[in-house]
């Protein structure tokens, strides 16, 4: 039956930001050929290291179009519309600069003229989609690709307007070590899994290298950072990170929820650790969506990333991080913005022009 709660699945990557050190990888399958629950595949990884093809990573995707826009000068305190439905007829080929043909987006959240902090905690599509057309589709694309996340199969990512969307089908390990990069202040390091390896004797014998680069300026990631930590913490009232909140430790996060529920994700990190959730149906999350489903005795009309991988991700990060001191995100950046920064939540009227408006911020809506 559709409903049967042995046909969903879920699963988490954790990584050490700026090491590479993968120190988790868990789903809710065991290894097997045949029987519920079971199954050949790591849905943390993809095809190469016995993985699947990947899963769209829906809202958790809009980092990369947020690292793009501000290196492309766009400022987290301007307003820009962001109702919707709204048409984008701008969008060009990376490759031959053919525009696109207009694509539609509806937001499934908060709708008004929004900054950068409320529109990443409302997980506003029409925003995104707004300073993704502004900044073009190639460097979102590059600034993913640079952090090791491609498709699935190892196939580079697709340059189409719905990138910053999250139709690309990407992997948990791929995602956690992205966010793991903005959490190290834009330095990338590879996915190690093989820490320490000895012979009888126990000589030391070589291990992967983890090739840790910066590919984004320090004052890049760090805004990203200020942007997800309000998605998480802060006052940023309808914040669809909110229930994702650690005691005591300073979050930056993201929701995730692809159309109809078709796969459902929450990303983030703290200083010490990144980690990233998936939960779906491996049999095909459009004709097996996450609505209509009883899970553990709950029965959920429809699942949001807040509502079934947030908690999951909580509680993971909860015990992963039991025993260590809480330490505060330290960030850099032109804006001045820190993580406690009230201006940044606190609404300051802009200058009226012809994309910014005097509007107060709309209430909140229904939460990612």
């Known amino acids: 039956p559709t409903n049967d709660p042995s046909r969903r699945a879920a699963a988490i990557s954790m990584v050490q930001p700026g090491t590479g050190n993968v120190l988790a990888m868990a789903q809710n399958r065991e290894w097997g050929t045949s029987g519920k629950g079971k199954t050949t595949y790591n849905y943390n990884v993809g095809t190469d290291m016995g993985g699947t093809i990947g899963m769209q990573a829906g809202s958790t995707f809009k980092i990369f179009t947020l690292a793009a826009a501000l290196e492309a000068g766009i400022s987290p305190f301007e307003f820009i519309s962001s109702y919707g439905p709204k048409t984008f007829e701008n969008f060009e080929n990376c490759t031959t600069g053919k525009k696109f043909a207009p694509v539609t987006v509806r937001n499934s959240t908060t709708s008004g003229t929004l900054d950068m902090a409320r529109a990443t905690a409302y997980s506003t599509n029409t925003y995104f989609m707004t300073i993704e057309e502004r900044t073009g589709l190639c460097r979102p694309a590059e600034i993913a690709e640079s952090m090791g996340v491609t498709l699935g199969n190892g196939d580079p990512l697709l340059r189409v307007p719905t990138l910053t969307l999250g139709t690309m089908e ?27 390896i000895r012979d009888r004797e126990g000589q030391r014998l070589p291990v992967p290298s983890a090739d840790c680069k910066r590919v984004v300026k320090r004052d890049i990631a760090d805004t990203v950072t200020v942007m997800l930590n309000g998605v998480v913490d802060g006052s940023i009232v309808g914040r669809t990170g909110e229930k994702m909140s650690l005691d005591k430790r300073q979050v930056a996060g993201k929701t995730g929820t692809t159309n ?3 796969a459902v994700w929450f990303a983030g990190y703290t200083p010490q650790l990144a980690s990233a959730v998936w939960v779906g149906d491996p049999r095909g999350g459009f004709a097996h ?42 960030v850099k950046n032109k804006y001045g913005l820190t993580t406690s920064d009230p201006n940044t939540y606190v609404y300051v009227p802009p200058a009226p022009s012809s994309t910014t408006t005097t509007d107060k911020p709309p209430e909140p809506d229904v939460p990612e």
Do not use: R
């Not at 992205?178 to 996915?191: E, R």
């Open 170 to 196: 990407v992997t948990p390990l791929a995602m956690a070590n992205a966010y793991a990069t903005f959490a190290a202040h834009g330095t990338y390091c590879k996915p190690i899994v093989i820490l320490d």
């Open 260 to 262: 109809d529920s078709a």
């Open 289 to 330: 969506p996450m609505k209509a489903v009883t899970i553990k005795g709950v029965y959920y009309p429809q699942v949001f990333g807040g509502t079934l991988p947030g908690p999951i991700w909580h509680d993971a990060m909860e015990a992963a991080l039991a025993g260590t001191e809480p330490e505060p995100f330290v």
